[in-house]
């Protein structure tokens, strides 16, 4: 059974950082690319980031390009999501996501395996 269990979110001031983390059980990690996207209330969910299998190719969605990183380490089958400078249009629910493709990517459909979701609350 795969699983995607995210963990690290929470409520943090403008201007502040929360890394987040994704581990992944019942597949085979290196062999997908994953991506975080997140889910505002009465909004779509969007992408955010995506990492390849082997981690050489970061993608970015262009509102947190520049202060968001992803990351992995095939090692312990957990991705990372590294967020600073956070502002009140990052909360949202976050969510994690396991793609067969090698690079994975923005399309929401390219991914097959989706975890919960942790709450990112950015608010003075």
């Known amino acids: 059974q795969v699983q995607l269990v995210e963990s690290g979110g929470g409520l943090v001031q403008p201007g502040g950082s929360l890394r987040l983390s994704c581990a992944v059980s019942?597949?085979?990690?290196?062999?997908?690319?994953m991506g975080w996207f997140r889910q505002a209330p009465g909004k779509e969910r969007a992408f955010v980031a995506s990492i390849s299998r082997s981690g050489n190719f970061p993608q970015y969605a262009d509102s947190v390009t520049g202060r968001f990183t992803i990351s992995r380490d095939n090692a312990k089958n957990t991705a990372y999501l590294q967020m600073n400078s956070l502002n009140t249009e990052d909360s949202a629910v976050y969510y994690c996501?396991?793609?067969?493709?090698?690079?994975?990517?923005?399309?929401?459909?390219?991914?097959?395996?989706w975890g919960q979701g942790t709450q990112v609350t950015v608010s003075s």
């Open positions: 996501a396991a793609s067969n493709t090698v690079y994975g990517g923005s399309p929401s459909n390219s991914y097959d395996n």
């Open positions: 019942g597949l085979t990690f290196s062999n997908v690319a």
